[in-house]
């Protein structure tokens, strides 16, 4: 679903930046347009990743306000990883992703809630943009889960608060913003890994 996509993206550059954090609808335009162009998700989010990382380790360390600063590594990741996605991800050896796999049903099982949906991800099998899709889907079945086990009313109170003034921004977008930090607070409490072969 589009929305999880967005929310993902948004959960995530809030993370990185460690504050709730409302995007711009430029921002969203942008996300749009990787979601239209094909990108997958896993892919937004480790470019994002290195973006932070690039920033942390230059010393500068100038405040990135917008995805907008992602935009050309998001670009050359899917540039990289396009093959894989598209294809030639016949030619990814078998065992590669029987590997990557097995590593993330290993980190399943060391959380009490992902311990169920290991055998699930250590059985799938087909092409990379498959597996990619059923991860995802074993992902949201998760943190849908997680929701129903945290103090969600609690986590909104504490979300609502760190965001502030919001009387400016229409309603829609806070209530996105809120929810991509709950998933990404639901996420942390219960160190809940991103399922990828990518990661």
């Not at 899709?133 to 849908?144: F, M, N």
Request: glycine residues 6%; aromatic residues 8%; proline residues 5%.
């Amino acid at each position: 679903m589009a929305t999880d996509y967005f929310n993902e993206i948004e959960g995530h550059f809030a993370a990185c930046r460690g504050t709730p954090f409302i995007l711009s609808a430029k921002d969203w335009a942008l996300m749009k347009k990787w979601h239209d162009d094909g990108v997958p998700l896993p892919v937004v989010i480790e470019a994002i990743d290195a973006v932070f990382e690039k920033n942390e380790s230059s010393g500068r360390r100038k405040t990135i306000s917008s995805l907008s600063y992602c935009k050309h590594a998001v670009k050359e990741f899917w540039e990289e990883r396009k093959d894989l996605y598209v294809g030639a991800g016949e030619t990814t050896p078998e065992r590669t992703v029987a590997e990557a796999l097995d590593r993330l049903a290993g980190q399943l099982e060391t959380s009490e809630l992902g311990a169920p949906f290991a055998p699930r991800v250590r059985a799938l099998s087909g092409s990379v943009p498959k597996i990619e899709e059923q991860l995802l889907e074993i992902e949201r079945e998760l943190l849908d889960t997680a929701m129903a086990s945290a103090n969600v009313p609690e986590m909104r109170d504490e979300i609502a608060s760190a965001l502030g003034d919001t009387s400016r921004i229409d309603e829609k977008t806070i209530a996105r913003t809120v929810e991509a930090n709950l998933r990404r607070l639901v996420r942390e409490k219960f160190a809940l890994p991103r399922l990828t072969l990518f990661g």
